[in-house]
């Protein structure tokens, strides 16, 4: 039996500083909304979810799989598995760099691009992009200047475009967070059912037997 939520889709970011969310319907925009955090994406989440038309029922959930904030990606992805199981909703999960590229390459043309979004220990995660938003340098999280000296192109699009083009010394930066309401300028095949994060680098917590074999102090409370 076909479901009126069956032909919507509700898209959740929350892998960055922004948090937004979006309903679409058969492809057009219900509502949506984006706010800039910093934290508290976990409070946040659930209410702006629930303030869309339909409190945000759909037949489909996209997520953003990262790389961003351990906890902001595990925040989105808990939220979609949990509403995918209440609703018998399929879900999909896109890498939270794509989404960018794409607003850059929807806002200045099509040019190649680079993104420079913040990582973690003041590291920066970084990928480049062709005209068509093919990867043309993958996914890495580099220290700034590891991080300037590997990209090359012209345009850099992120939360840290314009530090990483200030420490090149060229290039044009556009500041571009994640929203969910633009994840529409994504060609069909960045979704993925693979929705596992996309951290970008190791974790910081050591397993307990990892921290165990290198700390003697570890092993001997355990």
Not at 83 to 93: E, F, I, N, Q, S
């Amino acid at each position: 039996m076909t479901s009126s939520h069956d032909n919507r889709m509700l898209v959740i970011d929350s892998a960055t500083e922004a948090c937004s969310v979006a309903l679409f319907e058969n492809g057009e925009l219900l509502a949506g909304d984006h706010r800039l955090l910093g934290r508290g994406h976990a409070e946040a989440l659930v209410p702006m979810i629930a303030a869309l038309p339909g409190r945000g029922r759909a037949g489909r959930i996209a997520v953003a799989l990262g790389p961003g904030s351990f906890t902001g990606v595990r925040v989105g992805l808990a939220a979609a598995r949990g509403l995918a199981l209440a609703w018998g909703a399929d879900v999909v999960g896109y890498p939270t760099l794509d989404l960018v590229a794409a607003i850059a390459r929807a806002e200045s043309g099509t040019r190649p691009v680079a993104v420079a979004m913040t990582g973690g220990h003041g590291e920066w995660f970084i990928e480049g992009y062709d005209t068509d938003g093919t990867i043309i340098r993958p996914l890495a999280s580099l220290r700034p200047a590891e991080a300037a000296a590997a990209s090359a192109e012209e345009l850099v699009a992120g939360t840290q475009a314009k530090a990483l083009v200030a420490a090149r010394q060229f290039g044009e930066a556009l500041e571009i967070w994640p929203d969910a309401r633009r994840v529409t300028l994504l060609p069909p095949s960045t979704f993925t059912t693979d929705i596992q994060p996309l951290y970008g680098r190791a974790p910081d917590a050591k397993p307990m037997v990892a921290a165990a074999a290198t700390d003697p102090k570890g092993a001997a409370q355990r």
